[in-house]
């Protein structure tokens, strides 16, 4: 029997982003036998005897935290402001290391953080000789302060000029910790995997092959997780939505899966992606492409006549997709403005009844309570060199909501047959609107004209009637800015509750394992119970993933605008001194921020530059003109004036 040694353990507990483990799951994953568990635990007690691990709830154990010496200053790089939202301050990345502006003063230097709370960091004279004048680096601290009370460093990386799109774009995925780069040891992984499905696995499977079941995504789309099939049924309706099975290549406690646990979300950038799993997986074995066998996960769903569930069963399976499928040319199709191709006309009677299914869904979801918003989402326009020449509002057809609607209608199943199971899972919450929030709703809305009932106990249907009014009309944004701006944000849990925005008794994540890693824990759990397998998880371990996803997804979705704000600023350089018709979009203490109209473009008011900013009042929903006065990719924004 071989002995681990410490590090080896450490480096266990490391890989899989410092998540606590059982004595019993470290000696798994070590490849220990039973017989060597009792001296795991000798050799894990004295790691704790010197400070190398800890012990916590559920006798788990976890990396103990060193806590390093810092240089004296009088500001903390190490935690955020207790005024701010974000989990960092903006500049400081992993490590300690800063993302700043070098500037040359004489015969030396130093790095402006992107952070102004951050006193500058002085360099020395041999140090600057390779760097040109206002470049983007990276800086790493000295354990010394200067005879005036700066900071020292040295700088580890040059990222570009500052202030060009192409550094800014760098800078931003260094600030986050973002990479398309995977670890060696996922290399290693991926090159056994095999591209061909054993016999042996497909006769475990439901067959599903030769049923019409395809994809449709967006023109844009590159990983396919999900594919949908239907047919008519004595008393209505049987819908398959089959899901990419990830399960099946990312096993528990690898790499692949250490890693994406790491990383919980992909994070889709305009024009490119950083993904959860690797290439091989996301765009090619687990990517419902259209005429390759693929396993999946199958939701069997029986709907009745009036668009409710009435059957569901979930079990693996292996498809063949018949057609890849975009948004457009399902509603073009038909709409009967689209040419089918030859070999896809078998597929327009499927989609026909698709639509029958998915406008009776919709129609019962909404009696039910769902929130219909309509939010319009940036769409940039490039020119044939990839440069960013328009934005334009995205379009959304009936295509993207039918298949918005068959994906809530599988997570919806699955969060019910996992609630029956009592099995612990990850399950995905959207709390009530608090009070407070809704007293500024209701004054909000009042201003605009529309009257919210004086109870309390607001529910979705109350919001929907407002929703309903402002269609169609020139306030319909606005509306739906203050409605949306009330409720709170939806997260992972342990917990089993309601989703208030769709008016959902239970509701999970099971539709996107190839991009969300929730889903893929939810799949696993699927195993379990297919399989007869006890739980993978238990509830704590459940309750961290949970917890560490909702924080990675509130990253993604902070990095994702930071990234169009970017693209956005760099489209309205040439417009510096044009006026503008726009509409105020919120209103806060240090100015406002407005819509350009035109160029479906936000920028900031800042309250100084407005005169009497303490007498005046602004409505969200008020016309205003602007005139643009800086466009700042530095600083990620565009900063505008009021001109009447």
Same mark, same amino acid.
């Given at each position: 029997?071989?002995?681990?040694?410490?590090?080896?353990?450490?480096?266990?507990?490391?890989?899989?982003?410092?998540?606590?483990?059982?004595?019993?799951?470290?000696?798994?994953?070590?490849?220990?036998?039973?017989?060597?568990?009792?001296?795991?635990?000798?050799?894990?007690?004295?790691?704790?005897?010197?400070?190398?691990?800890?012990?916590?709830?559920?006798?788990?154990?976890?990396?103990?935290?060193?806590?390093?010496?810092?240089?004296?200053?009088?500001?903390?790089?190490?935690?955020?402001?207790?005024?701010?939202?974000?989990?960092?301050?903006?500049?400081?990345?992993?490590?300690?290391?800063?993302?700043?502006?070098?500037?040359?003063?004489?015969?030396?230097?130093?790095?402006?953080?992107?952070?102004?709370?951050?006193?500058?960091?002085?360099?020395?004279?041999?140090?600057?000789?390779?760097?040109?004048?206002?470049?983007?680096?990276?800086?790493?601290?000295?354990?010394?302060?200067?005879?005036?009370?700066?900071?020292?460093?040295?700088?580890?990386?040059v990222l570009g000029k500052a202030g060009d799109l192409?550094?800014?774009?760098?800078?931003?995925?260094?600030?986050?910790?973002?990479?398309?780069?995977?670890?060696?040891?996922?290399i290693g992984e991926l090159n056994k995997i095999s591209?061909?499905?054993?016999?042996?696995?497909?006769?475990?499977?439901?067959?599903?092959?030769?049923?019409?079941?395809?994809?449709?995504?967006?023109?844009?789309?590159?990983?396919?997780?999900?594919?949908?099939?239907?047919?008519?049924?004595?008393?209505?309706?049987?819908?398959?939505?089959?899901?990419?099975?990830?399960?099946?290549?990312?096993?528990?406690?690898?790499?692949?899966?250490?890693?994406?646990?790491?990383?919980?979300?992909?994070?889709?950038?305009?024009?490119?992606?950083?993904?959860?799993?690797?290439?091989?997986?996301?765009?090619?074995?687990?990517?419902?492409?259209?005429?390759?066998?693929?396993?999946?996960?199958?939701?069997?769903?029986?709907?009745?006549?009036?668009?409710?569930?009435?059957?569901?069963?979930?079990?693996?399976?292996?498809?063949?997709?018949?057609?890849?499928?975009?948004?457009?040319?399902?509603?073009?199709?038909?709409?009967?403005?689209?040419?089918?191709?030859?070999?896809?006309?078998?597929?327009?009677?499927?989609?026909?009844?698709?639509?029958?299914?998915?406008?009776?869904?919709?129609?019962?979801?909404?009696?039910?309570?769902?929130?219909?918003?309509?939010?319009?989402?940036?769409?940039?326009?490039?020119?044939?060199?990839?440069?960013?020449?328009?934005?334009?509002?995205?379009?959304?057809?009936?295509?993207?909501?039918?298949?918005?609607?068959?994906?809530?209608?599988?997570?919806?199943?699955?969060?019910?047959?996992?609630?029956?199971?009592?099995?612990?899972?990850?399950?995905?919450?959207?709390?009530?609107?608090?009070?407070?929030?809704?007293?500024?709703?209701?004054?909000?809305?009042?201003?605009?004209?529309?009257?919210? =009932?004086?109870?309390?106990?607001?529910?979705? !249907?109350?919001?929907? *009637? &407002? @929703? /309903?009014?402002?269609?169609? %009309?020139?306030?319909?944004?606005?509306?739906?800015?203050?409605?949306?701006?009330?409720?709170?944000?939806?997260?992972?849990?342990?917990?089993?509750e309601e989703h208030f925005g769709l008016a959902l008794?239970?509701?999970?994540?099971?539709? =996107?394992?190839?991009?969300?890693?929730?889903? !893929?824990?939810?799949? *696993? &759990? @699927? /195993?379990?119970?297919?399989? %007869?397998?006890?739980?993978?998880?238990?509830?704590?371990?459940?309750?961290?993933?949970?917890?560490?996803?909702?924080?990675?997804?509130?990253?993604?979705?902070?990095?994702?605008?930071?990234?169009?704000?970017?693209?956005?600023?760099?489209?309205?350089?040439?417009?510096?001194?044009?006026?503008?018709?726009?509409?105020? @979009?919120?209103?806060?203490?240090?100015?406002?921020?407005?819509?350009?109209?035109?160029?479906?473009?936000?920028?900031?008011?800042?309250?100084?530059?407005?005169?009497?900013?303490?007498?005046?009042?602004?409505?969200?929903?008020?016309?205003?003109?602007?005139?643009?006065?800086?466009?700042?990719?530095?600083?990620?924004?565009?900063?505008?004036?009021?001109?009447?």
């Amino acid at each position: 029997m071989t002995i681990p040694k410490p590090k080896e353990i450490l480096k266990l507990l490391k890989s899989s982003n410092g998540r606590p483990m059982r004595s019993k799951e470290i000696s798994n994953r070590l490849g220990m036998p039973k017989e060597g568990r009792p001296l795991l635990k000798k050799i894990l007690r004295k790691m704790i005897a010197h400070g190398k691990l800890t012990r916590g709830d559920g006798g788990k154990y976890a990396v103990a935290e060193h806590k390093k010496a810092s240089p004296k200053r009088n500001y903390n790089i190490d935690k955020p402001r207790a005024a701010s939202s974000s989990a960092k301050l903006k500049g400081v990345i992993k490590d300690g290391k800063i993302i700043g502006e070098f500037v040359r003063t004489g015969k030396t230097g130093k790095i402006i953080p992107r952070d102004s709370l951050i006193p500058h960091i002085i360099l020395q004279p041999n140090e600057i000789k390779q760097l040109r004048n206002h470049s983007l680096v990276v800086a790493e601290l000295h354990n010394k302060i200067s005879s005036n009370g700066r900071l020292r460093g040295s700088v580890v990386d040059v990222l570009g000029k500052a202030g060009d799109l192409d550094t800014e774009k760098k800078g931003l995925l260094i600030e986050y910790d973002l990479s398309n780069e995977f670890p060696a040891a996922i290399i290693g992984e991926l090159n056994k995997i095999s591209e061909q499905i054993p016999d042996n696995e497909v006769k475990t499977r439901v067959d599903l092959r030769k049923d019409t079941i395809f994809t449709i995504d967006g023109e844009d789309a590159k990983d396919f997780d999900d594919a949908v099939g239907i047919q008519r049924i004595r008393g209505g309706y049987k819908l398959w939505v089959c899901i990419a099975d990830v399960s099946y290549y990312a096993k528990m406690g690898n790499a692949i899966d250490n890693e994406a646990l790491s990383r919980g979300t992909s994070v889709y950038l305009p024009g490119r992606v950083i993904p959860m799993l690797p290439e091989k997986l996301s765009n090619h074995l687990c990517s419902l492409v259209p005429y390759e066998d693929r396993l999946t996960k199958t939701a069997e769903m029986d709907f009745n006549h009036k668009g409710e569930m009435v059957g569901f069963k979930i079990y693996n399976s292996i498809i063949s997709s018949s057609a890849r499928l975009t948004y457009t040319e399902v509603a073009e199709n038909l709409s009967k403005k689209g040419r089918i191709p030859e070999g896809q006309k078998h597929i327009l009677p499927v989609l026909r009844i698709m639509k029958e299914l998915y406008e009776k869904i919709r129609r019962h979801r909404i009696k039910s309570g769902k929130l219909d918003l309509d939010i319009p989402e940036p769409n940039l326009v490039r020119d044939e060199l990839g440069r960013v020449v328009d934005v334009i509002k995205s379009n959304r057809n009936f295509a993207h909501e039918m298949i918005e609607e068959f994906m809530i209608a599988a997570n919806v199943g699955v969060a019910c047959y996992l609630c029956d199971s009592k099995v612990p899972s990850i399950y995905r919450i959207h709390e009530t609107p608090d009070p407070d929030s809704l007293v500024k709703l209701k004054e909000g809305l009042k201003k605009l004209g529309y009257m919210l =009932s004086a109870s309390e106990d607001i529910d979705t !249907l109350d919001l929907q *009637r &407002i @929703i /309903n009014q402002s269609k169609g %009309k020139n306030d319909e944004v606005p509306v739906n800015m203050l409605i949306l701006r009330s409720l709170k944000r939806a997260y992972y849990s342990v917990l089993d509750e309601e989703h208030f925005g769709l008016a959902l008794i239970h509701y999970t994540h099971f539709t =996107s394992p190839i991009r969300r890693y929730p889903d !893929l824990i939810v799949h *696993r &759990i @699927i /195993n379990s119970l297919l399989f %007869k397998k006890s739980p993978p998880y238990d509830e704590k371990t459940v309750e961290w993933i949970s917890e560490h996803s909702s924080k990675r997804e509130r990253l993604a979705n902070l990095v994702e605008r930071e990234a169009m704000s970017l693209e956005r600023t760099q489209l309205m350089k040439p417009y510096i001194g044009e006026e503008f018709e726009a509409v105020v @979009i919120s209103v806060l203490p240090f100015g406002m921020f407005v819509e350009i109209k035109e160029m479906f473009v936000e920028g900031l008011v800042p309250k100084d530059s407005i005169l009497n900013w303490r007498k005046r009042w602004f409505d969200i929903g008020q016309k205003v003109k602007i005139k643009v006065v800086a466009a700042s990719l530095e600083k990620r924004g565009i900063t505008l004036n009021l001109v009447s």
